[in-house]
């Protein structure tokens, strides 16, 4: 268990900056996602706490103590490979018995520890299988377990989900944070699947370009983005251009809307953000008029995008196209070229830097 | 795809045949002559172990033979440990210099013999290295090193790094790491090696023939050195036995590892 610290650390390979001036930390027992686009350095970064890459410059503690010269075996970290990397020619047992019998522990202890951490994973009757003859989620099962058993300070995990399918990857999502709730351990999850970020981590950090363009809880990062790039990469968003007047936004397609709730800006040119779902669609005209606070913009339906419990439409207003999620059973289809009326609650209207 | 086994019953089956021939024919008829009493192969066949008998006399095979063999063993041993030692060095650092040193390895191979053999008389003699079967030796590691190299570090291509770095994030020094996980995934690809190095030795006749002394020789030098004098069906069984050793070992071995496939 144990604090990480990641102080200014930049990593360049020849021109190419991969971390560029990271700052972040990592509290105690926290379950924290560092999500980017494939280059964005977010392997980089973890792979240099693992001590598998060093930085260029800039300090990573753990605990308060400097780590970044240690090498990787002597840091006390646990690492889940994307590839899992068990040694094909141990059986599971020994693998995980692997890291506990390097540092000379044997015998009695060794098989209880392996034993108990397998029950842990539920594999407690695979102890004697070789890892070709495990399914992708059990080699999954057995790279944690291995990873864990030694009770490292911090857990690392590069893309552990990415080679699962679907169905599989929910259930291990929920088992992770399970185990990682039992073992209590510092955990930093590296992926670039933002609905992974948001349901596994408590912290989610998000990079790109080598730095980090913000870090917070979940909901914060994805309620109140600060960059299109925040906004856009988790989850999605409408982008709307407009000029301020007179405490008001004017959209570049014409609309006159309000101001974001916590927008002081009373002149020049605005970027704002509103997520489909926030985006209420109604017939035009079909009756009364929008709550007050909300706002109105008129379109027409150009596309629907049929998804089950929800139907995602595509809305032309003049020229500009907004997304909008509707909840089925709270309204009624609406068939292309319907004329629609798009309203939200100012409130949820993010203004992006 | 053609299934292999409508198609072998003709030309396929017929071209296997050849090669085999090819390659084992001369190997059967000397291995006969060797039991044939006429020591000019003339037939009909009449069976003999006098030959044989005659080889256990003849103290000068006998020891060029353990030459060859303590030589070809050690050549093995060594150029196994020095060029896996150096693949692993070639597929874990960089630095540099190191494409450089990786170009420069694979060339010996296209080198002639006998040019390699000048070269190194030349220079053991010049450095007081000399002759004699420490020169051999030296001579067979040399000739032997990029063969090993090669194969281990083209088995390392199908080793994951990803290996490596789990082992170290579990505690592991770098050598415990090479001896528990890397030495053992890579193990087909350093006995093949090996037994490249062995053949290379055992095989060796030009190098070993620049490099010896007259007492003190190795056994191919010594069969040819024998077959300028007057060939004797001696020559015949001793190649017997050296064809039955190695076939033997070969055999063993390629049992127990698949080479080049996985586990």
Known sequence: ?353 | MIRASAFLPGLGRFYIGLVLAFLYLPLVIMAAMSFNASPFYQLPFESTTHWYVALANDDGLIAATFNSLKIAILTTAIATVLGTAASLGLFRYEFTGKRLLQALIVPPIAIPWLISGTAMLIFFFGTGIGRGLHAILLGHVALALPYVIIVVSARLQTFSRDLEDAAASLGASAWQTTWKVTLPLIAPGVIAGGLFAFAVSFDQFVVSYFLATPGQTTLPVEIYAAIRKGFTPEINAVSTIIIVFSMSLMLVVSRFFRFGGDH
């Not at chain 1, 983005?225 to 709307?240: C, H, K, R």
């Open chain 1, 1 to 353: 268990m144990a604090r990480v610290e990641v102080q200014n650390v930049q990593r360049a390979f020849g021109d190419h900056k991969a971390v560029d001036d990271v700052s972040i930390t990592f509290e105690d027992g926290g379950f924290y996602a560092l999500l980017g686009p494939s280059g964005s350095g977010k392997t980089t970064l973890l792979r240099m706490i693992a001590g598998f890459e060093f930085p260029d410059s800039g300090s990573i503690r753990i605990d308060g103590a400097a780590v970044e010269t240690v090498p990787a075996n002597k840091r006390r970290i646990g690492m889940v490979f994307q590839n899992y990397a068990l040694f094909p020619h141990m059986s599971v047992a020994a693998n995980v018995a692997f890291g506990l019998e390097v540092s000379g522990q044997k015998g009695k202890d060794v098989r209880r520890a392996v034993s108990e951490v397998l029950d842990l994973v539920q594999l407690g009757d695979f102890g004697k299988r070789r890892p070709h003859q495990l399914s992708g989620g059990q080699r999954q099962r057995v790279a944690l377990a291995r990873a864990i058993v030694t009770k490292p300070r911090v857990l690392l995990l590069d893309e552990p989900l990415s080679a699962l399918d679907k169905a599989l990857r929910t259930t291990m999502q929920g088992e992770l944070k399970r185990i990682q709730r039992e073992v209590g351990v510092t955990t930093i999850f590296v992926t670039h699947d933002q609905d992974e970020a948001l349901s596994i981590a408590d912290q989610i950090g998000i990079l790109k370009d080598g730095r980090i363009v913000q870090s917070g809880a979940p909901e914060e990062i994805y309620d109140r983005p600060n960059s299109e790039f925040a906004a856009t990469f988790l989850g999605d968003a409408n982008i709307l251009d407009g000029t301020v007047v007179e405490g008001r936004l004017r959209l570049d397609n014409g609309a006159v809307v309000a101001l974001p709730l916590d927008s002081t800006q009373t002149s020049g040119r605005m970027r704002c953000a509103i997520r489909p779902e926030r985006v209420r669609l109604a017939v035009r005209n079909a009756g009364g008029r929008a709550e007050p606070g909300a706002t109105v913009v008129w379109g027409t339906v150009r596309r629907r995008l049929f998804s089950g419990s929800f139907s995602r439409y595509a809305v032309d207003c003049g020229g500009s196209e907004l997304q909008a999620i509707a909840q089925r059973g709270a309204t009624r289809d609406l068939a292309i070229g319907t004329e629609v009326e798009l309203s939200w609650d100012r409130r949820d209207l993010i203004a992006l830097s």
